[in-house]
């Protein structure tokens, strides 16, 4: 149990689809985030939330939108991505933006 | 900006071999150092940390050290297990950044 749970673990999804990944925490932590991991490549700092406000976003397609409507969830909308975007989606939690982060076990993305 | 550099591996050992995996760091101010493990299927696990120069991280054997004039956070085990085989993000968070830095990981096999 790491306290961050994201579902779905596994999503396939077309090229045309729209589709939404949920990272849940219970663990009382203010700051949120999306990481995208990719094969032979770092992991890439998408987005992250503070107290429920965006405060980064590093050049993230407009394909990926964020969402978090309380502390508590975060969720990444989806909508027509490209094969490239095929990859491991962590979301992350911590108390605050200079603490330790716990990760979720992420969504394993494919996109046909 | 913040960056990690760290070896990428696979680096194999045999059981009961000694481990460093070498981790250096490039930031503006303080950083925090940590080490992150994921093992396979699973999200990142916080393994170790230090927060200030000269700290020494610890966790289920491994070690790690923060050296600033070295700009370095090497982690070490004395004695590796098949078990320990995963793969080791050495990251920062600070230097007027947002969330953690990540070096590309570093794929560890440990043969019995």
């Known amino acids: 149990e790491t306290g961050v749970t994201q579902t779905p673990r596994h999503l396939v999804m077309g090229m045309t689809n729209k589709k939404s990944l949920k990272c849940e925490q219970h663990l009382g932590h203010n700051a949120m985030y999306w990481y995208k991991q990719s094969a032979k490549k770092p992991l890439e700092l998408m987005f992250v939330y503070s107290l429920e406000e965006r405060v980064e976003n590093n050049s993230v397609p407009s394909r990926f939108s964020p969402e978090c409507p309380n502390s508590s969830h975060l969720f990444l909308h989806l909508h027509t991505l490209q094969p490239e975007d095929s990859a491991l989606y962590l979301c992350?939690?911590?108390?605050?933006?200079?603490?330790?982060?716990?990760f979720g076990d992420g969504t394993r993305l494919s996109i046909l | 900006g913040n960056s990690v550099t760290q070896m990428e591996g696979p680096v194999t050992l045999s059981e009961e071999a000694f481990l460093t995996i070498n981790c250096t760091y490039t930031?503006?101010?303080?950083?925090?150092l940590f080490w992150y493990v994921q093992y396979p299927g699973e999200g990142l696990q916080l393994l170790l940390k230090a927060t200030k120069a000269d700290d020494k991280g610890s966790n289920k054997g491994f070690e790690a050290t923060y050296r600033k004039e070295t700009t370095s956070f090497h982690l070490e085990k004395g004695s590796v297990q098949v078990s320990d085989s995963a793969v080791y993000f050495c990251a920062l968070v600070g230097g007027g950044a947002d969330g953690l830095t990540f070096g590309k990981g570093t794929h560890l096999i440990i043969q019995p």
């Open positions: 930031a503006t101010g303080y950083p925090s």
């Open positions: 992350a939690s911590s108390p605050s933006r200079i603490q330790p982060q716990h």
